[in-house]
């Protein structure tokens, strides 16, 4: 079955820098890559995702890349704000298969 | 709209105790996923519902674990009797159909098995 890598685990950024998270994947059939967004107490919540017809996807400060020769997605996320703070996951998804990454938790320091 | 329901929040239950929980999927949602998020990782599936059949219980360790989606619409997982390893939250999920798309989570079910 698909096996998802996630790094890094965690990662600290001062308020105003970015962050970068990188998954890979195993699966070359895989063809979903959505990224959450988890809260403390909170469900995970889809804040972008890209399929592999594409290579990028911007929404505001948030952009996703997908890299299918290298079987490996990221997630960017520009002028990180304080309210940024949360574990993320990423995700690959063939058939009816969804799998997780471990998840990064990210913290901006104002 | 309304999101994914799910009840109780918090449970603590000793070994070997029974528990159920209880989702209600966002109205017309066709597929519906339980989830298990053991503390530190992401979440693992345990089990997906088209309408009222099984997709896929692949990873739901049936000697322990059962759920049910009756009527297609809200559905419930049981643990009985639970062990330790248990203790995780467990996340109702669910999308208008199977395949890839958004999959909507509710904000879970927090299990400590004492």
């Known amino acids: 079955g698909e096996n998802v890598e996630q790094h890094p685990s965690t990662l600290s950024v001062q308020e105003g820098d970015s962050a970068v998270i990188k998954c890979t994947y195993s699966?070359?059939?895989?063809?979903?890559f959505p990224w959450y967004k988890q809260e403390l107490g909170k469900g995970p919540q889809l804040i972008i995702d890209i399929r592999s017809n594409v290579g990028e996807k911007k929404d505001q400060r948030i952009a996703v890349t997908l890299n299918k020769t290298a079987k490996h997605f990221s997630l960017h996320i520009t002028e990180t704000q304080p309210e940024d703070s949360a574990v993320y996951f990423c995700?690959?998804?063939?058939?009816?298969?969804?799998?997780f990454g471990a998840g990064t938790r990210l913290t901006v320091k104002p | 709209e309304a999101g994914v329901a799910q009840s109780p929040r918090y449970k603590i239950i000793e070994k070997r105790q029974s528990v159920a929980f209880w989702c209600n999927p966002i109205?017309?949602?066709?597929?519906l996923y339980w989830y298990q998020q053991i503390l530190g990782q992401g979440p693992k599936l345990l089990i997906q519902?088209?309408?009222?059949?099984?997709?896929?219980d692949s990873q739901l360790p049936k000697d322990r674990f059962s759920a049910e989606r009756l009527k297609g619409v809200d559905s419930t997982l049981k643990i009985q009797p639970a062990k330790l390893e248990d203790s995780a939250v467990y996340l109702c999920?669910?999308?208008?159909?199977?395949?890839?798309?958004?999959?909507?989570f509710g904000e879970g079910s927090w299990l400590t098995v004492v």
């Open positions: 699966d070359s059939a895989s063809n979903y």
């Open positions: 519902f088209q309408n009222n059949g099984v997709v896929d």
């Open positions: 109205s017309g949602h066709a597929t």
């Open positions: 995700a690959a998804f063939r058939g009816n298969d969804m799998r």
């Open positions: 999920a669910s999308s208008p159909g199977p395949g890839p798309g958004t999959i909507y």
